[in-house]
């Protein structure tokens, strides 16, 4: 399918959304909460109708689901960006020149955000409020696995949009299909910029196949340091938390490294993630110290494959370090630069820690759950950013701007 016309009435759309004032896009957000709720039990329905399609032990299907209480919180999140203060119009920068110019730097819309999605039905509703409440019209292409989900949301939208006066075009679906992916990835002139959230390989694909600006959202590796000097209470609640929270999404916990001098605390930290099943991968000194204390059904040794992978569910690796440089480096080794974490009560120990790791979001004493545009009080959030141009971390309204220079003269001209 041809989808120029369809991003041609985008595009055209998007240069309407500047003469909306932020009352009236809040208000648009306001109604669609409302609407969703109203409208959960088709929503759910819809959104049934994809699971039956997909296999519960699949990691994916935890991201696939929603239920009445997931659609709460996706209406709690639509009302907390409404509120938000909008991005755009802000003066970064402003001066008179010697020659009597005056010249500002304001944030504006990039204009057309392109977002490439798999089984995340919720990132339709983060998307769409982000982007109306920054000015952009957005085109979403969602995965085939999400199919009657995307659509019953993207209709609801449309429905909300109609009857607030605002065209419907601000958000398109595209079809599911290879096809429209590789006309989306090179559609210059229509998307100003394209986001993908999913797998490695999908934000591989799009960054070496776009022709167009792309921000990688990347998969989370993420690893949690405990130290020779941490706490075990705090680093039980830790490592527990990231791990098991949601083990589906990208801040989950993947890497767990520990001090050898403090590996007869190994039981008491991984002693709750035997109640959920958590299979550990565990290197040399730490299987031999778990042996007979975790199950051993779920207990396995480390394998070089263990390291640097995104498991997506209940399971973990086990690293022991000998000192704190030997956990920078494996960190630098298979981090996906998204979060990581330390557990410590040395101060020098996490100073240094947050200096050196090279990551979007670096923690000491917390889960790294926490990374999340609601978590940080954005609202919501388009995605984790793990590259360093233009945005890093959580993504949310100001992210989705750029800015423009405006010159004020009376009659100077260039000598």
Request: aromatic share 6%.
């Amino acid at each position: 399918m041809n989808i120029t016309h369809q991003l041609e009435k985008t595009q055209k759309a998007a240069g309407t959304l500047p003469l909306l004032t932020d009352g009236q896009i809040s208000s648009v957000l306001l109604a669609l909460a409302e609407e969703t709720l109203k409208q959960s039990p088709f929503i759910l329905a819809e959104n049934t109708k994809d699971l039956e399609r997909m296999d519960p032990d699949d990691p994916r299907y935890d991201r696939l689901m929603l239920t009445e209480a997931r659609l709460a919180d996706i209406a709690a999140d639509l009302r907390n960006v409404a509120s938000l203060s909008s991005p755009l119009g802000r003066i970064l920068y402003a001066a008179t020149l010697p020659n009597g110019l005056d010249i500002s730097r304001i944030s504006v819309p990039f204009g057309v955000v392109g977002i490439i999605y798999e089984a995340r039905p919720n990132v339709t509703f983060d998307v769409f409020a982000l982007c109306l409440k920054s000015g952009n019209a957005c085109v979403l292409k969602g995965g085939s696995d999400a199919f009657f989900s995307n659509s019953a949301i993207v209709g609801v939208i449309h429905s909300v949009l109609e009857s607030s006066g605002i065209s419907r075009e601000v958000v398109t679906l595209l079809p599911a299909g290879r096809e429209e992916t590789d006309q989306m990835l090179h559609a210059r002139g229509f998307i100003d910029l394209i986001i993908p959230r999913g797998s490695q390989g999908l934000i591989d694909f799009v960054r070496e196949n776009a022709s167009i600006p792309v921000i990688e959202t990347g998969a989370g590796i993420c690893h949690t340091y405990f130290d020779a000097e941490g706490d075990v209470a705090k680093g039980a609640e830790i490592v527990f938390n990231a791990k098991t929270r949601r083990p589906s999404v990208c801040n989950a916990l993947d890497c767990l490294i520990i001090h050898q001098d403090r590996l007869r605390d190994l039981p008491a930290l991984t002693e709750k993630l035997a109640g959920k099943g958590v299979i550990i991968y565990a290197d040399q000194p730490a299987y031999n110290v778990l042996s007979g204390s975790y199950p051993g059904q779920w207990l396995l040794p480390a394998t070089p494959e263990s390291f640097g992978t995104e498991f997506l569910s209940l399971k973990m690796a086990v690293k022991t370090v000998s000192n704190p440089e030997e956990a920078l480096s494996h960190i630098a080794r298979y981090s996906s630069r998204h979060s990581e974490a330390i557990v410590t009560e040395n101060k020098a120990h996490a100073a240094r820690f947050v200096q050196l790791v090279d990551a979007a979001v670096v923690y000491t004493n917390a889960s790294t759950a926490f990374t999340d545009g609601a978590q940080f009080g954005l609202g919501a959030e388009i995605g984790i950013s793990t590259q360093k141009l233009h945005a890093r971390g959580p993504m949310a309204l100001e992210e989705l701007t750029t800015y423009k220079w405006i010159v004020h003269g009376n009659g100077q001209v260039r000598i």
